[in-house]
């Protein structure tokens, strides 16, 4: 991926996008059946009907991550030796090593990538979009695939309903290219840590990783535990600010954008943000009821669905926003 810096500025344009799910899916009622709960008490507090999971016996991230790279290989026109960098982004990856990015490029046959993955929880492929239009825009990359892939379910403890109703499995993928034109690509975007306010989202495995307050937590090592009204105080305020924050650094208004394509965490926290911000229904995406939470993998199915549907309409701009475990948060605006 040793590439010239061009001779002018460079602008960035998504060639094409990709998503995969998989085919089993777990409902409120089968939840019904294993816990203490019910599909009016999922359903009212956080907007999920249903999530995907895979068949961890012979599956895992690299498997949906592998199928929305394809099928963003397809849609985008191009060969996969085109590509110059494959970044995955993922919490919940088989092997750290070698890395997802490693094994699906060897799979598909990238053979001229650079590739590597990047953790930063549901903020993850916010954070690797953002690092990839910018290699690309000052000549340091051409071609970029970029997925956010997550098995959620393998790090999910069943027997707890706190946790295990949110998630669910998917990925999906945008590949990206330079282009001629300066003003295509990303006009802002910001990136963003708390570690401090870490363990409100984590997955210890040692007993050392646990702080004493967590200490009683039913949860077992290796699977995900969360502060629920923790997060969810922080992801209304963040959610919140950030696209706040994007708005004024662009000069762009509500009704300015076509989408604002939002993690999909809680549609009570998706909804709260959008009132604060008087944003048009129509205009944020909202697939949580079918898919529930997938992490890194749910900006890009939410960006797949709707560039495949026409909602990202070329001459007008579109943003993205993400925040997760880290804690971390991340907006990305684009003009097309």
């Not at 094409?16 to 019904?32: A, K």
């Not at 926003?321 to 948060?329: E, R």
């Amino acid at each position: 991926m040793n590439q010239p810096l061009p001779a002018g500025v460079c602008g960035v344009r998504i060639l094409g996008t990709g998503s995969m799910v998989p085919e089993r899916r777990l409902t409120n009622d089968d939840f019904s059946r294993m816990l203490d709960t019910s599909d009016e008490w999922i359903t009212q507090r956080t907007g999920i009907k249903e999530r995907r999971v895979l068949d961890l016996r012979t599956q895992g991230c690299s498997t949906l991550a592998q199928g929305a790279l394809e099928r963003a290989i397809e849609n985008a026109g191009i060969k996969a030796e085109d590509l110059d960098l494959v970044i995955v982004a993922t919490v919940t990856m088989e092997m750290t090593c070698p890395s997802v990015a490693c094994r699906i490029a060897g799979a598909v046959g990238a053979k001229n990538a650079a590739a590597f993955d990047l953790v930063a929880a549901c903020s993850g492929f916010v954070y690797a979009l953002n690092m990839a239009e910018t290699m690309v825009r000052v000549g340091r990359a051409r071609t970029v695939a970029v997925i956010g892939s997550e098995a959620m379910s393998s790090i999910l403890d069943y027997t707890d309903r706190t946790v295990s109703i949110l998630f669910g499995d998917a990925a999906g993928c945008a590949i990206i290219q330079a282009d001629a034109d300066p003003t295509k690509g990303c006009i802002y975007q910001h990136m963003g840590a708390d570690g401090i306010g870490g363990h409100a989202l984590y997955i210890p495995k040692r007993e050392t990783d646990v702080p004493a307050d967590d200490a009683d937590n039913p949860i077992r090592l290796g699977y995900l535990r969360m502060n629920g009204k923790e997060v969810f105080r922080f992801a209304v305020t963040k959610f919140k600010e950030v696209m706040e924050d994007a708005f004024a650094k662009t000069g762009l208004t509500p009704n300015d954008v076509s989408q604002v394509i939002c993690h999909q965490s809680n549609v009570r926290i998706i909804d709260a943000a959008r009132e604060k911000l008087g944003i048009d229904p129509a205009k944020i995406y909202v697939n949580i009821d079918r898919y529930g939470n997938s992490s890194a993998g749910s900006v890009p199915l939410c960006l797949d669905e709707l560039w495949r549907a026409g909602k990202i309409t070329k001459g007008k701009p579109f943003m993205m926003v993400a925040f997760g475990g880290g804690l971390t948060w991340a907006s990305s605006v684009w003009s097309t």
